[in-house]
């Protein structure tokens, strides 16, 4: 059976630092875009960074470029989110996706090949 699992989620202070991670199981994800997204409570998901499978190629939204960034482990199969100079409007629950080949930044899950169950970050101020 194939898996996402995000952890490294939690409660940290305004400018502080989480990196999350992404464990995918029951296939190899070397071939497979990964993609972060977030929601928050009475909010939309919303795209917030992505990785190609050949890593040459990343993506951001607007709102985490420079203080966030997305790498991968292809030996691990675990792509990770390093999030730097959090903000409370990061506070979101936060997924990640796999998707064979181009990244894809829809928000909609059926769109996408495989789904976590998602971590909670949650930023004071």
């Known amino acids: 059976q194939v ?20 464990a995918a199981s029951g296939r190899t994800f070397s071939n497979y ?36 960034t997305i790498s991968r ?6 792509v990770y989110l390093q999030m730097n100079s959090l903000k409370p409007e990061d506070t979101a629950v936060y997924y990640c996706a796999a998707d064979r ?8 899950i059926v769109n996408h090949d495989y789904w976590g169950q998602g971590t909670q970050v949650t930023v004071s101020s």
Not at 47 to 65: C, E, G, H, L, P
Not at 101 to 108: A, E, N, R
């Open 3 to 22: 898996q996402l699992v995000e952890s490294g989620g939690g409660l940290v202070q305004a400018g502080g630092s989480l990196r999350l991670s992404c």
């Open 33 to 68: 875009s990964m993609e972060w997204f977030r929601q928050a409570p009475g909010k939309e998901r919303e795209f917030v960074a992505a990785i190609k499978w050949s890593r040459s190629r990343t993506y951001y939204a607007d709102s985490v470029k420079g203080r966030f």
């Open 73 to 78: 482990d292809n030996a691990k199969n675990t």
């Open 101 to 108: 080949g181009g990244v894809l930044m829809s928000t909609s």
